[in-house]
């Protein structure tokens, strides 16, 4: 099911690969992410209207990534791991930079949180580039 060059189904895989990967990656650093970001337990637990926000907004961000896959090219695996690292570079990890240091936020937490996006860029790029 493709929409103006773009796999649906794709899109809908990388969204839940990414999820998966997110939960895995924050369940394994959760506490050293708590401490850098300097929130309680009880304030990380997610309620069901926030992990469907985070859901949609990772489904919104894979269709967009499969979007400018598509436009790069050929819509291959490798395809899909460049363009997340130059996504992952040039955007995303220059955004948090830029935000956690005027927030006055750890290292720490630009570290977890930028490898978090790291891999969901990844995962997504593999998905789609593999079923593209």
Aim: with cysteine; aromatic share 12%.
């Amino acid at each position: 099911m493709m929409f103006d060059g773009v796999n649906l189904i794709a899109v809908a895989v990388a969204a839940v690969g990414s999820f998966i990967f997110g939960s895995i990656w924050y369940g394994v650093l959760g506490k050293a992410w708590m401490k850098a970001a300097s929130l309680s337990e009880a304030q990380t637990k997610p309620d069901p209207v926030t992990l469907a926000i985070a859901f949609v907004c990772q489904l919104v961000m894979a269709f967009v990534f499969a979007g400018i896959i598509y436009h790069a090219g050929e819509s291959n695996i490798r395809t899909g791991i460049i363009s997340a690292l130059m996504i992952w570079i040039g955007i995303v990890l220059t955004t948090q930079i830029i935000n956690h240091r005027f927030q006055g936020r750890p290292w720490s937490l630009t570290v977890i949180d930028g490898g978090h996006w790291l891999g969901v860029l990844v995962v997504q790029g593999i998905l789609i580039g593999w079923l593209s």
